[in-house]
């Protein structure tokens, strides 16, 4: 079957550091660009960050210089490295892992930061 799982959520400090992961099974992910997107509580899902087959890097000009992404091929992995959070990064972040039309999204794990 194929899947996408996020883990690595949680709540952290302002100031604090969490790493997100995300694994797939059942696709080529050496093949697929990894996205995250994050929800803030009562409003709409949003892209934050993504990492292509290549390597190459975009994210939110807004978290520049905050969070980073990488991928490791060999363990079917992503990861969103997530520091110093704020508050108003609150939020239930999640991958999606997609290939030209057709894409797969994991369930979601929520980040909370303490104020």
């Known amino acids: 079957q194929i899947q996408v799982v996020e883990s690595g959520g949680g709540s952290v400090e302002l100031g604090g550091s969490l790493r997100l992961s995300c694994v797939t099974s059942g696709i080529p992910f050496k093949d697929y660009e990894i996205r995250w997107y994050r929800q803030f509580p009562g409003q709409g899902r949003g892209w934050l960050i993504s990492?292509?087959?290549?390597?190459?890097?975009t994210m939110l000009d807004s978290v520049k210089g905050r969070f980073t992404i990488s991928r490791d091929n060999t363990r079917n992995t992503a990861f969103v490295q997530l520091n110093d959070l704020k508050p108003e990064d609150t939020a239930v972040y999640t991958c999606?892992?997609?290939?030209?039309?057709?894409?797969?999204w994991g369930q979601g794990t929520q980040v909370t930061v303490a104020s």
């Open positions: 990492i292509y087959a290549d390597g190459e890097i």
């Open positions: 999606n892992a997609r290939l030209a039309g057709l894409s797969w």
